[in-house]
């Protein structure tokens, strides 16, 4: 992982935090639920910023 960019490590991460969300919203947990989603969206939105830094 040490020559991974940024902004895939960051996607991964996010990608996680929304399946991790979906599992919580079907364990009937909605708090852990929603903030797992907000942190998921707010990983893809750096991944992409930082992707958008790396093509430059």
């Known amino acids: ?8 490590k ?3 991460i996010a ?3 929304v ?3 979906l599992l919580q919203f079907w ?3 909605p708090k ?3 903030m797992y989603l907000c942190l998921g969206l ?3 939105i750096a ?3 930082f992707k958008m830094k790396e093509k430059q």
Request: charged fraction near 15%; aromatic fraction near 6%.
């Open 42 to 44: 707010v990983g893809g």
């Open 47 to 49: 991944a992409g910023i």
């Open 19 to 21: 399946i991790g969300a």
């Open 27 to 29: 364990a009937e947990n």
């Open 10 to 12: 960051y996607g991964i």
């Open 1 to 8: 992982m040490k020559n991974m960019k940024n902004s895939k």
């Open 32 to 34: 852990m639920g929603v």
């Open 15 to 17: 990608i996680f935090l």
